[in-house]
């Protein structure tokens, strides 16, 4: 268990506390022991540390086992209205281990006994331990205590399941098959080399799939996580409380990142952000793990989304079909650090067809921000450097996000002008198919003769100064981001 022990002062007390050790696994099983504890008895966090602190041993073989046999069975329905445990069922009990465990136990046989068994069940969220030992239908209450045991460390392991943390246990774990050619993996994986480092490992094991949200479907598993339990806590407890709440017409990914950055907005603190990560995984008819993603969000990603206008441009889905998707979200595609600009040409060619309505705002903030990331990155422009702590700390970058919000205000008006190009939608979109192929084919020089000879038709247009400057601006003299700029101009003869 990741409750560190350190003796103050050389003495022997010990300064107990509930914190994370930066390995993802093992920190994604802490945060749903925290939201175990939270959902069954109402603890929050601090009250948790509290309890640690002061009675580690009733909640580690008492209140631990009691509360996950109960949720396991209230959420996957083995049993109709099963009885809570009361927070203070342990009140006036021992410290000692085995009396608490004992006393858990009797409290377990008398409320959540079902054909001889312990009624727990590998249904969903509990269902990638479908092969694991005390959920086996077969597997009845004497045997099942003794798994517990087991895991909890009160007996001897005897089960290999326990004896080696591998693909047995859970399959995010590796298997000594797969890696048999390493001499050091059983080693690694030993169960006593894992207790020396994390005491009591096996709860934070059979508690991982507890600290993730069934975002958009039970198969689907999402956690949004910082190396900092606390503030990982918050996030995903609002998460949950915005996605209980959701409309019809709110989406997810949208609810996601609202709990994320309203915490960070709280805190200020750009440094969370940068350090957070967005794990997901599905899990398949045969307890596969499959799409495992772990997305860490950059630093330049960080200081742009920490702008709400910027983010909620950017947070859109919209209809580029692009291999065998065609459904994107450009937030999630952004923090990924992947490029816009090819979802963005698909989305406006099947606008173009009228294969799907044009999302003109999203796309115009997407494609003037690529163009000024790319145009900072070519001239090699450094932030300014700041003292830690001070007031600037947490403005790193923002010359690059007001550059953008002022390009986007600007190129907004003048690329709009070119819908002045002629009365007939017709006419428009023929312009508009000829400046994609030339954007598809990477030709500035056809762009650009196509675009002249379109406005040498158009005297008025062709005269504006202001216009011509912006084209000038962006696309003649511009070999870095020009086909940013240009789809654009090839949006607004789309519509918007």
């Known amino acids: 268990m990741n409750i560190l022990m350190q003796q103050t002062n050389g003495s ?71 009885k809570k445990p009361s927070d203070n069922i342990f009140q006036n009990s021992t410290n000692s281990k085995n009396d608490i465990f004992d006393k858990c136990w009797e409290f377990v046989k008398k409320n959540y006994l079902k054909e001889g068994r312990v009624a727990l069940s590998s249904k969903y969220p ?49 298997s000594g098959e797969k890696f048999s050619n390493i001499s050091y993996t059983e080693s690694l994986l030993d169960a006593p080399t894992l207790e020396r480092i994390i005491p009591l490992f096996g709860m934070f094991i059979l508690t991982f799939p507890l600290a993730f949200l069934s975002v958009r479907s039970e198969k689907d598993n999402t956690l949004f996580y910082s ?50 990560y967005i794990i997901t995984y599905k899990i398949g008819g045969n307890q596969e793990i499959l799409d495992v993603e772990y997305i860490g969000i950059p630093k330049l990603q960080a200081s742009v989304l920490l702008d709400d206008t910027i983010r909620e441009h950017l947070n859109r889905e919209v209809r580029a079909v692009i291999g065998p998707k065609e459904k994107w979200w450009l937030l999630e595609e952004f923090i990924k650090g992947k490029p816009l600009y090819p979802i963005v040409l698909s989305h406006v060619n099947s606008a173009l067809n009228k294969n799907t309505y044009l999302n003109f705002q999203a796309c115009l903030s997407s494609l003037i921000i690529e163009a000024n990331i790319l145009n900072a990155r070519s001239k090699n422009i450094k932030v300014k450097r700041s003292v830690l702590f001070s007031d600037d700390y947490f403005d790193n970058y923002k010359y690059l996000v007001n550059k953008i919000k002022e390009d986007e205000r600007y190129s907004s008006y003048y690329s709009s002008l070119i819908r002045h190009i002629s009365d007939d939608d017709e006419i428009k979109k023929r312009i508009a198919r000829e400046l994609i192929t030339a954007l598809r084919a990477m030709d500035k020089n056809l762009f650009l003769n196509i675009l002249l000879k379109n406005l040498n038709e158009k005297k008025e247009l062709c005269s504006n100064n202001n216009f ?29």
């Open 468 to 496: 011509n400057k912006w084209i000038f601006e962006k696309i003649i003299e511009n070999d870095v981001s020009f086909e940013r700029y240009g789809l654009v101009l090839a949006m607004n003869c789309v519509g918007g």
């Open 126 to 174: 509990f269902f990638y331990f479908h092969n694991f030992l005390f959920f086996q239908p077969r597997r009845k209450e004497d045997k099942q205590k003794k798994d517990f045991l087991q895991i909890l460390g009160l007996e001897k392991a005897e089960a290999e399941a326990f004896k080696y943390m591998d693909r047995t246990f859970n399959k995010f774990l590796p």
């Open 227 to 276: 190396p900092d339990v606390e503030f990982t806590h918050k996030v995903n407890k609002k998460l949950k409380f915005l996605l209980e709440r959701k409309t019809k017409n709110e989406s997810i990914f949208d609810l996601s990142w609202k709990a994320v950055v309203d915490e960070i907005t709280e805190k200020k603190s750009q440094w969370a952000l940068e350090n957070m």
């Open 12 to 82: 022997r007390q010990q300064d107990i506390k509930l914190e994370f050790t930066g390995n993802w696994f093992i920190d994604a099983g802490i945060l749903g022991f925290v939201n175990l504890m939270e959902e069954v008895y109402g603890w929050d966090l601090d009250t948790l540390q509290e309890m640690i602190a002061k009675e580690p041993e009733k909640l580690c073989y008492g209140y631990f086992p009691l509360a996950y046999i109960y949720y396991n069975i209230l959420k996957t329905e083995s049993i109709k209205d099963p």
